[in-house]
């Protein structure tokens, strides 16, 4: 496998049946990581602007925002994510629901352990294949300076909402490859890179008492104020309004 991790966001409001479908996920196939886990859909969409992961493995019926509205919100963004329903026996019309709205796969609760294996292992192909193209891309650039390119698009762009699949594609290499070498040399992933950025140029603009709160994170790519409030403070310990005074 070369190393290759692909990274797995889980969404399921019952805590025991997340940490078995985290256990058979490391133990069906090891190329799958879980980096994060949410206990509805509201949450999960969240992260999964954060990390934009290769798939997300969610129940259909959960609070705030159900798995349905979480897919399609995935599909028309993110495309380019694999989402795996897990259904309950009588959820059966819902999972039908998420397969038309182009989910990859469903399983059923309690998750099997071989059904699971099955459907990584497919996903894993579909991904690998989307990949093999791109292999030979190292030829023409050395990492470092698709790193630099990468930096450099970050901050003309910083603004916008920024997808780590299209900046791949522009450059023509695969997402999983861009986020490792840029790991590897920034000793932190894009995502969190993109994040610490904004907050840094965040810090300087709060200091201009003129601007409101909602129009600093709409000056640094963050137009909803909740999301750019609770992103501040993840990174600094406190609201941008604590940290103005």
């Known amino acids: 496998m070369g190393g290759i991790s692909f990274t797995v966001i889980v969404v399921e409001d019952e805590k025991l049946i997340m940490k078995n479908i985290i256990k058979n ?3 069906a196939n090891t190329s799958f990581e879980v ?3 949410a206990s509805n859909g509201e949450e999960a969409w969240e992260l999964v602007q954060e990390y934009q992961p290769n798939v997300v493995f969610t129940d259909i019926r959960m609070p705030v925002m159900d798995g349905l509205e979480l897919i399609q919100r995935i599909r028309k963004k993110y495309d380019f994510i694999a989402c795996v329903v897990l259904s309950g026996y009588d959820d059966f019309t819902y999972a039908r629901e998420a397969i038309k709205n182009q989910a990859v796969d469903y399983l059923l609760k309690p998750v099997n352990l071989e ?3 099955g ?5 894993e192909q579909e991904l690998l294949a989307k990949q093999e193209k791109l ?27 920024i997808d780590l699949s299209e900046i791949s594609s522009q450059f023509g290499f695969s997402m999983s490859y861009l986020t490792k070498i840029f790991t590897r040399q920034m000793e932190m992933p894009p995502t969190k890179y993109i994040r ?29 104020q909740f999301h ?4 501040f403070k993840q990174v600094t310990g406190k609201s941008p309004s604590e940290y103005r005074s």
């Not at 459907?119 to 996903?123: P, Q």
């Not at 750019?228 to 992103?231: A, D, G, L």
């Open 25 to 27: 996920i490391e133990r």
């Open 119 to 123: 459907v990584l292992a497919r996903i």
């Open 228 to 231: 750019f409030s609770k992103i």
């Open 135 to 161: 292999t030979g891309y190292d030829s023409y650039r050395k990492p470092e300076e698709i790193v630099d390119l990468v930096i450099e698009y970050i901050h003309q762009h910083y603004m916008q909402t």
């Open 196 to 224: 610490e950025y904004r907050i840094n140029l965040a810090k300087q603009l709060l200091r201009n008492q003129s601007l409101s709160i909602s129009e600093v994170g709409e000056l640094v790519g963050y137009p909803d």
């Open 35 to 37: 980096v994060a886990t």
């Open 115 to 117: 059904e699971l294996t």
